[in-house]
């Protein structure tokens, strides 16, 4: 059974065109309509109502004045104030920062899924020696933390001529994502099926050709997902930025809501204000990750499936 | 000997690895071994380190706080590992196959991508002394509701944040896995008259140990260094929270990044190593106990 | 598009990078634009640029600065000169690497078209607390205190009539708690906010810098001192009363300065910055007014908390003597009085008008009384101590959960074990 060769995904034509409608099992989820389901459905939506719930307060206390916030917390505004989105995106000094966080993610995701894959490809599937411990080696990386690395990695970038630069913070993004990256490709790769290497490597296809061609395809939903979680985690970095990058022009996003958020508290108190900026860094990311939810993973998948 | 295959293998083994191992070390291995050498010395973070042999690991050893901190990150990395998880994995098998699943896993993944200040306002709302939850909970006749935001109690409702968050994350990586099952297998399964455990117990648990044993050790290792969250929610803006929510990493932070009084690099990395050692402690152990064949399909 | 914007950067960098070693400053500072304070430094920048031909590179690099400062003390040259920020901040990073410059020369150079030096324009007993080995390091241009807040619309009778001991306090506390109001309002989640209580009673029995000489006797035995029990003592008192708000010890700041703002609660002992934090849930009409913490006792000192926020420069930041003109020249009267007027708070010079709200504290300063640093000091000079012993203890005086006797065996306890393993 395990045996039974996997259908050939279309793998080449992009995003398949069954799209992003009704998900594959489905139509059978009658026969499996468990205790799981009768308890887990009401469970899940109550979460998901939770979440939402989340969502439309912090949404409409960037649209409250502050004593809207904290007197009536879970009301809706009396009089909508639009003028915190526009406070917000003055003072808080966000569209030159905007430009900056968008290559800067976007960037670090590609290049750490440019470099981390191979290596992850390698590391989990070749029989070579050193590749367990190696393996390790990269596990160890995520347990160390960010901000007790920050002095000796500040002399070294410092060596190079890499504070203050954009570049400098795009290896650093990099370099610190790796360990998490190749760790959990290593895993997608692992349980993929070996005979379709095998297949490849004895009708003469280099080893980078089986990677592109065939492997790559194959580990999607693991690269998406790292892809989307790099984004993110990037989105919102804020230690790095915060001591690698001196001027304001070469800000990000997060330093600059995070500055923002701390001067709305100590003049004024402006609520509203932080909250619009809040929203104006959090919204790009869900809408984006709703629309990469449903059109790609989801294409994906299916067309890995069927 | 070697099959052709296996030399191939071989060539072109560290051309695929060495950009990210060559990248890894430099910015990331070579400034945390600097960290291991700080932490035998006494530096206030410039000017002249004072080498201080083993002190610093013997100040934490003697310093209740330092204990408190290890209690905590236990605590989170079993019981919100532990809940964040089994509610993960059920919200994966529910999710398997139901309507709206991307939206709801989307959904999900929605606190993730908050900033720690904005939970930690919500939550105040709503577990501080008059909050909805005490409200609900007067309502339901409850006189003397519990002081959730008390120092002595606070780490509970950290831990109930933190299993909210992770939950999102972790749903996200086991339906990755759970996505790359072929639906042919549990159309076998059917066939051959299997009923909903059946098909769990040989085709979803094997196909995704894997995914599993991942999802395990990327837990260990990164609650371990959680500090933002405590931070944001358990401090107001610009302040240490109470030392009674501190773990590890915090404690690390405060050592020497809080801004407060002269930075203590030395006990600072000293922490960090105690962290480091207990991630190559705990990840070992956990890898001896997932170790079997991985299957392939 | 991203190869044309980087290698902007990079070229914009290597410009900013000549320019410095032409002449020139650069100058870190911790407000973000937009802000009352650094709409004023920026004015004051564009007109000394002008009038003396020096180059200024400000950077407004927020409330995190002192994080910013750290990892580049370790490099031959700083690629900021001038700096400022809360003389806490700027001690952690600067001051404990060694990394300030002395400032004397500026204390004493003219204040340009004043006629007076720094040193005399300034308030009196404020350089005191920021002078290291001999030297200063900070010069201040805001200064910031602590008191007890009302709302004087709702409590008339109590100006000109406020407490002037601690018993008086305590009376008029008690007649409002019968009169059925709430009492104290205290974000207990902050815990420099409960802090506060022990250091300002105990340096009012011991005077100005004792109590962190206090904490710093490996031996224990000052802290046996009776004025810290007593201390103690009037802290237990105050909950004990129940004068404290209900939720005090179970809320989340801003909650109760929030009560207090709105007029749910009467009184809340915080910082100068408390009406500018609150101006949004404060009623139309209210006119918050803030008394200082009386006298303790018979013997009672009288001092007064001064926190700065200041200028600092560094010793390895290019042309120091151009950001030393920069300094003097700042501390002009027209600027303080914008300063005072724009963004609401306190200035270190005397005559210039302050607003209402904190005539009374201003006043205060220049009497000529003692002084005091934030917390007597305890969290700049002994910060590791104040954060893992002192201030945990504090938290379980201030929530009833330790009397005063348990609170000083416990200090003394803790104190000696601490001082123990370090030398």
Request: glycine share 8%; charged share 15%.
């Amino acid at each position: 059974m395990l045996l039974r060769k996997m259908p050939w995904p279309a793998f080449r034509g992009g995003v398949p065109t069954q799209g992003a409608g009704a998900p594959a099992g489905a139509a059978k989820a009658s026969d499996n309509a468990g205790p799981v389901k009768l308890i887990g459905l009401p469970l899940t939506w109550a979460f998901v109502a939770f979440n939402i719930f989340v969502l439309v307060w912090m949404v409409m206390s960037s649209l409250k004045t502050s004593s809207e916030i904290f007197e009536v917390p879970w009301n809706l505004p009396e009089v909508i104030q639009w003028e915190n989105f526009v406070i917000a995106w003055r003072d808080g000094n966000f569209s030159r920062a905007v430009l900056n966080t968008v290559l800067l993610t976007i960037g670090t995701a590609v290049a750490t899924i440019a470099v981390a894959a191979p290596a992850a490809y390698v590391l989990s599937r070749f029989k070579v020696v050193s590749a367990s411990p190696m393996t390790m080696y990269f596990a160890i990386g995520i347990g160390i933390p960010a901000q007790l690395v920050i002095l000796p990695l500040y002399a070294i970038m410092n060596q190079f001529g890499m504070v203050n630069s954009l570049w400098g913070l795009w290896v650093l993004y990099v370099a610190t994502s790796l360990p998490f990256a190749v760790f959990f490709l290593t895993g997608f790769f692992a349980s993929l099926p070996g005979e379709l290497e095998e297949a490849a490597m004895l009708d003469g296809a280099s080893a980078f050709q089986t990677f592109r061609i065939i492997m790559l395809p194959l580990a999607r939903s693991g690269i998406v997902t790292l892809a989307i979680l790099n984004t993110i985690a990037h989105w919102n970095e804020t230690i790095f930025a915060l001591v690698f990058l001196q001027t304001d022009d070469r800000m990000t996003l997060s330093v600059t809501l995070l500055n923002f958020m701390k001067a709305m508290q100590y003049n004024n108190a402006n609520w509203g204000g932080l909250f619009a900026g809040v929203c104006i860094l959090v919204l790009p990311v869900l809408a984006i990750y709703l629309w990469l939810g449903r059109q790609i993973i989801e294409g994906m998948t299916l067309g890995a499936d069927k | 000997m070697d099959t052709p295959i296996q030399k191939e293998q071989k060539r072109i083994y560290w051309w695929f690895l060495a950009p990210a191992a060559i990248l890894y070390t430099v910015f990331f291995v070579v400034p945390a071994l600097g960290t291991l050498w700080i932490s035998f010395n006494k530096w206030p973070g410039a000017g002249d380190m004072r080498w201080v042999g083993i002190r610093n690991y013997r100040i934490m050893y003697h310093d209740p706080v330092f204990w408190l901190s290890f209690v905590n990150t236990l605590k989170i990395l079993f019981i919100v590992g532990g809940a964040t998880f089994l509610i993960s994995f059920g919200l994966m098998m529910v999710l398997r196959d139901m309507m709206g699943r991307s939206f709801v896993r989307s959904v999900l993944f929605f606190p993730n991508i908050l900033s720690g200040v904005v939970i930690a306002i919500l939550w105040g709302f709503l577990f501080q002394a008059d909050g909805l939850v005490n409200q609900f909970l007067m309502l339901a006749g409850m006189d003397n509701p519990p002081k959730w935001l008390n120092e002595n109690m606070m780490i509970n409702v950290v831990m109930l944040g933190l299993i909210w968050v992770s939950t999102g994350f972790y749903t996200t990586i086991l339906m990755a896995g759970a996505d790359r099952i072929p639906k042919h297998l549990y159309e076998d399964c059917a066939l051959a008259g299997a009923g909903t455990f059946q098909k769990f117990r040989f085709v979803t648990l094997p196909l995704m140990w894997e995914v599993f044993g991942i999802a395990a050790v990327l837990w260990t290792i990164s609650s371990i260094k959680i500090f933002e969250f405590i931070l944001a929610f358990a401090g107001a803006v610009g302040f240490l929270p109470p030392v009674k929510t501190w773990n590890l990493a915090l404690y690390s932070y405060a050592e020497a990044f809080s801004g407060e009084g002269t930075p203590r690099y030395g006990t600072a990395s000293a922490s960090a190593v105690v962290m480091l050692l207990l991630v190559v402690v705990l990840v070992l152990l956990l890898r001896r106990a997932m170790r079997r064949e991985t299957l392939q399909f | 598009m991203k190869r044309t914007t980087i290698f902007g950067a990079v070229a914009a960098s290597l410009a900013a990078m000549s320019a410095q070693a032409e002449g020139g400053f650069s100058y870190w500072s911790m407000w973000n634009e937009g802000e009352p304070q650094q709409k004023v430094l920026a004015r004051a920048i564009a007109v000394f640029s002008e009038e003396t031909g020096i180059e200024v590179d400000v950077q407004w690099v927020g409330r995190d600065i002192h994080k910013k400062i750290g990892p580049t003390l370790n490099s031959p040259e700083t690629p900021f000169t001038l700096v400022d920020g809360e003389r806490r901040k700027i001690f952690s990073s600067l001051v404990t690497t060694g990394s300030q410059a002395s400032l004397d020369a500026v204390y004493d150079m003219e204040i340009p078209g004043e006629g007076v030096t720094v040193d005399a324009a300034l308030l009196p007993n404020i350089k005191n607390v920021l002078v290291e080995d001999d030297e200063a390091w900070m010069v201040p241009y805001i200064l910031l205190s602590s008191g007890w807040w009302y709302d004087a619309a709702r409590m008339p009778e109590l100006v000109g009539s406020e407490p002037q001991t601690w018993d008086e306090m305590v009376a008029l506390f008690q007649s409002r708690k019968d009169a059925g109001h709430e009492v104290i309002a205290q974000d207990g989640d902050i815990g420099f906010y409960n802090l506060w209580y022990f250091t300002d009673i105990a340096v009012r029995h011991l005077g100005p810098g004792k109590v962190n000489a206090a904490i710093e006797d490996r031996s224990g035995d000052a802290l046996r001192d009776p004025r810290i029990l007593r201390t103690a003592e009037q802290i237990e008192q105050l909950v004990d009363a129940g004068f404290f708000a209900p939720g005090y010890d179970s809320s989340k700041w801003p909650a109760q300065q929030q009560l207090w703002a709105s007029g749910e609660v009467d009184f809340m002992y915080n910082g100068t910055w408390l009406p500018r934090e609150t101006v949004e849930f404060t009623p139309e009409g209210a006119d918050p007014k803030a008394f200082m913490m009386p006298a303790v006792s018979d013997e009672s000192i009288a001092t007064n908390e001064v926190g700065v926020i200041g200028f600092s420069i560094s010793e390895k930041g290019p042309n120091i003597d151009e950001a030393e003109q920069f300094v003097a020249w700042f501390l002009k009267t027209d600027y303080l009085a914008e300063l005072a007027d724009e963004a609401k708070v306190l200035v270190p010079r005397e005559g210039i008008e302050v607003t209402e709200v904190l005539q009374p504290v201003y006043e205060a300063l220049n009497s000529g009384a003692l002084t005091h640093n934030a917390y007597d000091g305890v969290n700049t000079y002994n910060a590791d101590y104040t954060t893992k012993i002192l201030t945990p203890l504090i938290n379980e005086l201030i929530f009833g959960q330790i009397d005063a006797q348990e609170f000083q065996d416990e200090l003394v306890d803790q104190t000696t074990l601490y001082w123990e393993l370090r030398d």
